[in-house]
T-cell receptor, first 113, second 114 residues
Framework: QKEVEQDPGPLSVPEGAIVSLNCTYS??????FMWYRQYSRKGPELLMY????GNKEDGRFTAQVDKSSKYISLFIRDSQPSDSATYLC?????????????FGTGTRLQVTL | KAGVTQTPRYLIKTRGQQVTLSCSPI?????VSWYQQTPGQGLQFLFE???????NKGNFPGRFSGRQFSNSRSEMNVSTLELGDSALYLC?????????????FGSGTQLSVL
């Protein structure tokens, strides 16, 4: 089982819709979760991060973690065509002697006019 | 601050050749990581360097190697290229804040092996 699993999509929504992007993880160690956005022909850029038990809101974006089901979500409100990109979830674990960042395979999102 | 700079942006090589990719991290960042990105596998961790020392390594064959210089710039090398090495190679520099690392990625080097 992969450490972080993500539905590759593609996901197509009309402008203004609420988008829900999801990942599951397999390990319960203390960890952070991150969401990256990647436009075509660009490197990923960090959108948000949350602790393993928290929710976080930043403008139109909300990151949520459900520890009981090992589910992490990114919600985008009032989606815009400029949100069209691939969204990658990532799990960061630091044991004190080593750290590891593991990415999901990414979900491609298309927001249409 | 300037972002992470990777050169070259595009590269075409043939099987059996070797290639060297370069990465200049954000000024002040001492940690540099390399990732391979392919449509099927996503982002796969190659290795991480900190203060010229390899701190972490992913599950890639020995044909993949890297190094970091005293100015934190890093290079990765792939020898005896195979068709399956065609991918986007991403470099990220990072710093720790609040107990976790924030990675900042470059735009990558798109390598095509023919």
């Amino acid at each position: 089982q992969k450490e972080v699993e993500q539905d590759p999509g593609p996901l197509s929504v009309p402008e203004g819709a609420i988008v829900s992007l999801n990942c599951t993880y397999s390990n319960s160690a203390f960890q952070y979760f991150m969401w990256y956005r990647q436009y075509s022909r660009k490197g990923p850029e960090l959108l948000m991060y949350t602790y393993s038990s928290g929710n976080k809101e930043d403008g139109r974006f909300t990151a949520q973690v459900d520890k009981s089901s090992k589910y992490i979500s990114l919600f985008i409100r009032d989606s815009q065509p400029s949100d069209s990109a691939t969204y990658l979830c990532a799990r960061y674990v630091d044991t004190g002697t080593a750290s590891k960042l593991t990415f999901g395979t990414g979900t491609r999102l298309q927001v249409t006019l | 601050k300037a972002g992470v700079t990777q050169t070259p942006r595009y590269l075409i090589k043939t099987r059996g050749q070797q290639v060297t990719l370069s990465c200049s991290p954000i000024s002040g960042h001492r940690s540099v990581s390399w990732y391979q990105q392919t449509p099927g596998q996503g982002l796969q961790f190659l290795f991480e360097y900190f203060s010229e020392t390899q701190r972490n390594k992913g599950n890639f064959p020995g044909r993949f190697s890297g190094r970091q210089f005293s100015n934190s710039r890093s290079e990765m090398n792939v020898s005896t290229l195979e068709l399956g090495d065609s991918a986007l190679y991403l470099c990220a520099s990072s710093w720790k804040q609040g107990g976790h690392e924030k990675l900042f990625f470059g735009s990558g080097t798109q390598l095509s092996v023919l």
